[in-house]
């Protein structure tokens, strides 16, 4: 898992790097004022910076933390990732590691498209990293033997292995499909510069992300304690 963390956060380096080269303007703003208003300008390759610290993170994680046996294969972590098995340092791992990509991506839209106030976007990038969050909990709620839903633990369930892994299944699908949406939303609520989307956004990710899975786990809880 921690290879395969890496790799991928060194592709996602390597591809932001490039897009920082070929089309962000020599000069950039670097830093935002308390007011949203731009501060400073500077070097374009500043945001290398924010591209960089993923890999760091990731080859950290991969340097001091001892191989697992068995743990020989790219395909295989992923496998494991979506069985649920991996270790949780891994998946704290992955999570650090892509949170801080999202953001890497955000502050290099920023530059690209020279946003002298930052306060003007701040709706959609509340809700780019909302929808990220409810992404990478998702996923990580897939892992161990607690029920989970968005990291919150599903109490109700203790002790019923098949409801558990339905609700852990079903919990993942929907946070990281609604986690999806919403960032096209924020985009979307962008490009039209109006914060309609970016409501809906906020109202879909509650609604399938937790709500719908909530009402599931209790609906299989109840099954499993009539069988």
Request: positive net charge; hydrophobic residues 50%.
């Amino acid at each position: 898992m921690r290879k395969l963390t890496f790799t991928l956060s060194t592709i996602n380096a390597v591809l932001n790097l490039m897009v920082i080269g070929i089309f962000m303007p020599g000069l950039v703003i670097t830093l935002y004022g308390s007011n949203g208003g731009a501060l400073l300008h500077g070097s374009k390759w500043f945001y290398a910076i924010y591209a960089l610290i993923p890999v760091l993170i990731s080859g950290i994680f991969l340097i001091v933390q001892p191989k697992k046996s068995g743990e020989d294969s790219d395909q295989s972590a992923i496998d494991e990732f979506l069985s649920g098995k991996s270790r949780k340092s891994d998946n704290i791992d992955m999570l650090c590691t892509w949170f801080f990509a999202v953001i890497s991506w955000v502050m290099t839209g920023l530059a690209l498209n020279d946003i002298e106030n930052i306060g003007v976007i701040l709706p959609s990038i509340i809700v780019v990293m909302l929808s990220a969050f409810i992404i990478f909990t998702s996923s990580l709620s897939g892992s161990g033997e607690k029920a989970q839903i968005c990291g919150v633990d599903v109490k109700w369930l203790t002790g019923k292995t098949e409801a558990i892994k339905r609700t852990k299944r079903l919990s993942m699908l929907l946070g990281v499909m609604s986690g999806m949406v919403g960032v096209c939303l924020a985009a979307w609520s962008l490009v039209i510069n109006n914060n309609i989307p970016n409501c809906i956004a906020v109202l879909e990710l509650l609604v399938i992300a937790f709500m719908i899975p909530l009402l599931y786990s209790r609906k299989a809880g109840k099954n499993s304690e009539n069988n």
